[in-house]
């Protein structure tokens, strides 16, 4: 809980303090949310590539 605690603390300053600096934080989100969209809809079919690959490797060694 301490540790939450904090974390959210950080974010919530670098939030308020980065605007000041220069620094536009909407970028941020916005690579935020592509992180998010890849791990939902991409990655989930490039392990799915994969695992149909080992798959037919290990149907062939038989």
Known sequence: MKKLLIVIIVLLALFLILPVVGINIFPLFWI???????????????????????????????
């Open 32 to 62: 935020l949310g592509l992180i998010e969209w890849s791990t939902k809809f991409i990655l989930p079919w490039i392990v799915l590539y994969w695992l149909i690959k080992l798959v037919i490797t290990l149907e062939k060694d038989k």
